[in-house]
């Protein structure tokens, strides 16, 4: 399977809310509502953000949120706050096998 | 509480063999589906292999044939053998829990990572 397609890069300022998407096809994200997500920091590895498409893990800060359309899933984050800046990532099921998209570095200016 | 910890990365020529290691503490690595996620230096996450509970196991193409996944229940470890490597193998190798439920597309407990790197 290919790559999800996720913006390179994305920035807002404290405070702010920014949407990251996640563009599949109707053999990934558009067939299945099982998208997750992961905040990455430099060095460190991956975080479980969003899973089942809008579901938040026990200790993931409300400001996250996931949702779905069509063939798109995207990441919300409001009141953006300086420890969110990170890669993100977006994976989804594909039917016989996971795939992630690319990622998205986020810049809190 | 959950910990996941990977041994064995290193150095390797392309065409060698290595064998990381996870050992994992706060659950039953025997029970739960266990996966491979690599990384590749600077460069987005790609899905490696997953054990189901019942022994089950799966591979991404890129790895078919040349890597073996397995676990050893008394040790509560997971492991990844990896034959033939290739300078593309290059990359921070994470093993993670894959989260409940029947479809492998969410990870809830990640280790530290390792790093292998495949180079004469």
């Known amino acids: 399977q290919s790559a999800l397609t996720q913006p390179a890069s994305v920035s807002g300022s404290p405070g702010q809310s920014i949407t990251i998407s996640c563009t599949g096809t109707?053999?990934?994200?558009?067939?299945?509502?099982?998208v997750s997500w992961y905040q990455q920091h430099p060095g460190k590895a991956p975080k479980l953000m969003i899973y089942e498409g809008s579901k938040r893990p026990s200790g993931v800060s409300n400001r996250f949120s996931g949702s779905k359309s069509g063939n798109t899933a995207s990441l919300t984050i409001s009141g953006l706050q300086a420890e969110d800046e990170a890669d993100y990532y977006c994976c989804s099921y594909a039917g016989s096998s996971p795939v992630f998209g690319g990622g998205t570095k986020l810049t809190v200016l | 509480e959950v910990q996941l910890v990977e041994t064995g990365g290193g150095l390797i020529q392309p065409g060698g063999s290595l064998r990381l290691s996870c050992a994992a503490s706060?659950?039953?690595?025997?029970?739960?589906?266990m996966s491979w996620v690599r990384q590749a230096p600077g460069k987005g996450l790609e899905w490696v292999s997953v054990i189901y509970s019942g022994g089950s196991t799966y591979y991404a193409d890129s790895v078919k044939g040349r890597f073996t996944i397995s676990r050893d229940n008394s040790k509560n470890t997971l492991y990844l053998q990896m034959n033939s490597l290739r300078a593309e193998d290059t990359a921070v190798y994470y093993c993670a829990r894959v989260g409940l439920g029947d479809y492998v597309y969410y990870f809830d407990y990640w280790g530290q990572g390792t790093l292998v790197t495949v180079s004469s």
């Open positions: 109707s053999s990934d994200v558009g067939s299945y509502n099982l």
């Open positions: 706060g659950f039953t690595v025997s029970s739960n589906y």
